[in-house]
């Protein structure tokens, strides 16, 4: 199975972006998803992985 490279931080600056959303991941077969409005469809995206609220 390939590995995706991750990068730890806790800042990131973005400009010209559309917009965002956030969405629980949910299992899907061996692997995970998340909901996204179709109008992002063929477009690339970023997913930002949050640290669990305590």
Same mark, same amino acid.
């Given at each position: 199975? /390939?590995?995706?490279?991750?990068?730890?931080?806790?800042?990131?600056?973005?400009?010209?972006? /559309?917009?965002?959303?956030?969405?629980?991941?949910?299992?899907?077969?061996?692997?995970?998803?998340?909901?996204?409005?179709?109008?992002?469809?063929?477009?690339?995206?970023?997913?930002?992985?949050?640290?669990? /609220?305590?």
């Amino acid at each position: 199975m /390939r590995k995706i490279k991750t990068t730890v931080s806790n800042k990131i600056e973005v400009e010209n972006i /559309r917009g965002y959303f956030e969405h629980k991941v949910t299992k899907f077969g061996t692997g995970a998803k998340i909901d996204c409005p179709k109008e992002y469809l063929n477009c690339e995206v970023v997913v930002l992985v949050k640290k669990k /609220r305590a």
